[in-house]
């Protein structure tokens, strides 16, 4: 079996797969290494991707899309809904995918250009020379072994260790961590082209409930829930059994779904001597809305594209590796991770009336000029006790983000 | 001391990504806890989205 790579990808995730296709598809050797049995699978997601996004890497093939979303919903604590439609509703019109296929087909990707694949086989510690990365100690089936490579590209996801044996700290605040339960439901009454969100104190304290169709009368039924705001008897899977026993007493549940997304700043460095850290691995999920896909392909594309000229320069230094960090820090995906992060700070905040005022005043708005200066601009003027609420400093950080 | 109840966790890793002491591990289909690194913060009992972490004493 083969033990050197130019290339070792830790995490077959939609980061990982896609790094791994690009270094193949430069003609580099590589080895994604996955510790689950199955790509894919348990799944840990709400599967929706903006369609203008996800068409920036990929043309949806058969059995990716579940659902093709036209309209958003969002639905204010009083009950009152507010319909974003598709001019409005920016990213939040798109696809709700099925993950178990789509990851797996991205990994499939990745072996048909070239690189070599390993399922049930964790990385379970680097092999660190002289303050550099050479690749991992991989656990195959209980026996350990090593593989060496060039560089080494931590796609852990959440769960990330990889960057923390490296030296990275990569701990989630706890307060930053967005905790979620979910089932896939059939047998409900929902629209199948619109995603739902339902936000309030009550049902989804610091985070949201939403409702992701997946074709006729089924759906993603999920609920996130603020770190801090988590405690025995009002965990997420309680607020979950709570919303469906009201909302959809009658609903029957094919699937339970767990999972954390971190909802923090990105890690302060993503670059290591050999090591670039992508997808949730660098938290770089968005801290409004908790997806993490597109973000994942992007930084996975990325560090293929700068690593690859890294590798053929023959320097794959923190400091070679730094066009990565910085390309996508000030790329539209850093400037919306930044800005949705000050968003977050104040929503979080925000008590059911302030909620319920919120979204009665958008939905009067002339969404014509949507943009999110403008939002918050409107949401401000028409709110002005939330302006006092956020304070001098909290409406300069927000409006600076912008 | 944390214990895991199996039965309940659906090995998600929100607990992993919050231990600041990286005393937590899911190894595949089980969470692994290294008792010699974990300091008993309970952070990890705090967020686990379903209630299978418990502190004893
Ligand atoms: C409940 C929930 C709902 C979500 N909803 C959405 C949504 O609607 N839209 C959206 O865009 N995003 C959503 N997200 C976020 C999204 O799922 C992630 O951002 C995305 O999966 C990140 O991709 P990744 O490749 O970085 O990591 P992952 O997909 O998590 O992949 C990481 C992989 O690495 C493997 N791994 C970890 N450690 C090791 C190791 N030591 N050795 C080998 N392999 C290892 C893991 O098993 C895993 O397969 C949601 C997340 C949750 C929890
Ligand atoms: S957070 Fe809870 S359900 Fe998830 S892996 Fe940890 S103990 Fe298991
Ligand atoms: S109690 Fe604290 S240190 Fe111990 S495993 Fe949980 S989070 Fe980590």
């Not at chain 1, 309209?71 to 798109?94: H, Q, R, W, Y």
């Not at chain 2, 992993?16 to 952070?43: H, K, R, W």
């Amino acid at each position: 079996m083969k033990r050197e790579y130019d290339v070792l990808v830790v995490g077959g995730g939609p980061g990982g797969a896609f790094a791994a296709k690009t270094f193949a598809e430069k003609g580099h050797s590589v080895l994604l290494t996955e510790k689950r049995p199955a790509i894919g699978a348990p799944v840990r997601c709400a599967e929706g991707v903006g369609k203008a996004l996800m068409h920036e890497f990929l043309k949806p093939e058969d059995g990716w899309v579940a659902a093709e979303i036209e309209k958003a919903n969002i639905i204010a604590p009083d009950g009152f809904t507010m319909e974003l439609e598709p001019e409005k509703a920016g990213s939040e019109v798109g696809y709700v995918l099925n993950r178990k296929v789509f990851d797996r087909d991205l990994v499939w990707m990745a072996a048909g250009a070239g690189a070599d694949v390993q399922v049930k086989t964790r990385a379970v510690s680097p092999i660190m020379e002289d303050g550099a990365v050479k690749g991992a100690i991989l656990n195959q089936g209980g026996t350990t072994h090593e593989v060496r490579a060039g560089l080494t590209i931590a796609a852990d996801g959440v769960e990330s260790k990889f960057s923390r044996w490296c030296g990275i700290d990569t701990t989630v605040p706890f307060r930053e961590i967005e905790t979620c339960a979910q089932y896939l439901m059939t047998g409900i009454d929902i629209d199948p082209n619109a995603t739902e969100f339902f936000v309030g104190n009550s049902i989804a304290p610091g985070g949201y409930v939403w409702i992701f169709p997946k074709g006729d009368k089924t759906a993603n039924v999920g609920v996130g829930v603020g770190g801090d705001r988590c405690k025995p008897g009002s965990r997420p899977v309680d607020y979950l059994n709570r919303f469906i026993a009201r909302k959809f007493p009658n609903g029957k549940t094919l699937e339970l779904i767990a999972g954390g997304v971190s909802v923090c700043q990105p890690l302060s460095c993503t670059v290591a001597n050999n090591l670039m850290v992508v997808g949730d691995a660098a938290r770089v999920s968005d801290p409004l809305t908790g997806g993490g896909i597109y973000a994942a392909l992007y930084t996975g594309k990325l560090a293929g594209d700068v690593g690859s000229k890294a590798l053929e320069d023959g320097d794959t230094s923190t400091q070679a590796l730094m066009p990565y960090d910085s390309t996508w820090r000030s790329s539209y995906l850093g400037k919306a991770l930044e800005r949705n992060y000050q968003i977050k700070e104040v929503f979080i905040r925000l008590s059911d009336e302030d909620l319920n005022a919120i979204v009665h005043s958008v939905s009067k708005m002339n969404l014509s000029d949507f943009n999110t200066l403008n939002l918050i601009k409107n949401i401000i003027s028409a709110n002005p006790k939330l302006a006092i609420k956020l304070g001098k400093a909290g409406l300069k950080t927000l409006l600076d983000s912008l | 001391m944390i214990e895991v109840h199996r039965e309940i966790c659906a090995y998600c890793g929100c607990c992993v990504s919050v231990c600041p002491e990286g005393a937590l591990e899911l190894v595949d289909a089980y969470l692994d806890i290294d008792m010699n690194t974990c300091i008993d913060c309970g952070i990890c009992v705090r967020v686990c989205p379903l209630g299978a972490l418990e502190a004893k004493k």
